[in-house]
């Protein structure tokens, strides 16, 4: 099946800084990618869809500067998390898909731990 | 709107026993439907899917059959492992390229 590769697995990061994580769809075009986040022992919350070349789509009650989303590339899509706090200590999962399949396949997942 | 409910967890079970876990989900038109299975760690796996009613889903001895009449798909497995301990979320897309939906995961523990 088709990849999707999340860079880095494990990050630590102190408050008030910022961290990047990528999502790069490995062989195949990644026309939709999603964002969602994962608190301890609880489901995926969608925070954001982006679709390469444009602005993404923000979930209600997502800060969107705090959380920046680029998809500049059909292959490549980036989750910033700005001037970080312990709150924002989280497991940050990406999935991708290509245009007209039902399927999306998920990146590994990032477990930010910001101290 | 779309939504998907699944029973919580955790379920424990001994090795070589049955296991369901179920889902129904509320959605208009004609969701897709999939299983997920999340290991310690780890980010999701697609476990198995079905894309239109009375369509099964099968894969490493796991099943699920979707049921538009009940709006269910549960998940099952006649003997599981040590190795099937996960985090199982059911979850759907609706037909017009939506977004996933998830249920809120069940996580089940094989005790040898």
């Known amino acids: 099946g088709a990849v999707v590769s999340q860079h880095p697995s494990r990050v630590i990061c102190k408050s008030g800084t910022s961290v990047k994580i990528e999502c790069r769809s490995l062989d195949f075009q990644a026309t939709t990618m999603f964002w969602y986040r994962q608190f301890p022992k609880q489901s995926l919350m969608l925070m954001a869809t982006?679709?390469?070349?444009?602005?993404?789509?923000?979930e209600q009650g997502v800060e969107k500067d705090k959380f920046l989303i680029n998809h500049a590339s059909l292959t490549l899509s980036t989750l910033t998390v700005t001037s970080a706090h312990p709150e924002d200590s989280s497991f940050y999962i990406c999935?991708?898909?290509?245009?007209?399949?039902?399927?999306?396949?998920f990146g590994q997942g990032t477990r930010l731990t910001v101290v | 709107g779309n939504s998907v409910t699944q029973m919580e967890g955790p379920v424990t079970l001994s090795e070589e026993a049955f296991l369901t876990i179920n889902c129904t989900y509320t959605?208009?038109?004609?969701?897709?439907l999939f299983w997920y299975v999340q290991y310690p760690g780890e980010g999701l796996q697609l476990l198995l899917k079905a894309t239109k009613a009375d369509d099964k889903g099968s894969n490493k001895g796991f099943e699920a059959t979707y049921r538009k009449e009940t709006t269910s798909f549960h998940l099952e497995k006649g003997s599981v492992q040590v190795s099937d301990s996960a985090v199982y979320f059911c979850?759907?897309?609706?037909?017009?390229?939506?977004?996933?939906?998830f249920g809120p995961g069940t996580r089940l523990s094989v005790l040898p």
């Open positions: 982006s679709n390469e070349g444009s602005k993404a789509t923000y």
């Open positions: 979850a759907l897309r609706g037909n017009y390229g939506q977004n996933f939906v």
């Open positions: 959605a208009t038109g004609y969701p897709s």
């Open positions: 999935s991708a898909q290509d245009r007209g399949n039902t399927e999306a396949f």
